[in-house]
């Protein structure tokens, strides 16, 4: 959301260093710099994305909003789940399953 504010601002500020020229300067040499900074936003959206995908991973955080119970938890909660399942894990919160969730999501960036 940041990085497709940022490019939008980026954009508008080449179409006013654009106007200011009064066509002196190509809209080309304007924009050029466009380009580059979308790849590097694209970029960055990737490693984020492959970020919570490898923590999603090693923290065991399954797509039913819960996340495997270890360390003290883990040792307090052994027992108990042997006979009930769903103490192996805790919940977590809908604001982070959220927050996760949108910034692992694919966007588009035009310009």
Wanted: glycine share 2%; with cysteine; proline share 2%.
């Amino acid at each position: 959301m940041y990085q497709k504010s940022l490019l939008e601002v980026l954009y508008k500020i080449s179409e006013l260093r654009y106007a200011l020229y009064l066509g002196r300067v190509s809209r080309e040499q304007c924009v050029a710099l466009l380009p580059t900074y979308t790849q590097q936003a694209i970029d960055t959206k990737e490693r984020v994305t492959k970020w919570h995908k490898d923590i999603t991973k090693r923290l065991n955080i399954d797509a039913e909003e819960r996340r495997k119970r270890d360390g003290l938890d883990g040792a307090l909660h052994f027992i108990p789940s042997l006979f009930k399942d769903e103490l192996k894990h805790k919940a977590i919160a809908q604001n982070t399953v959220n927050l996760v969730e949108s910034q692992s999501a694919i966007h588009v960036y035009k310009i």
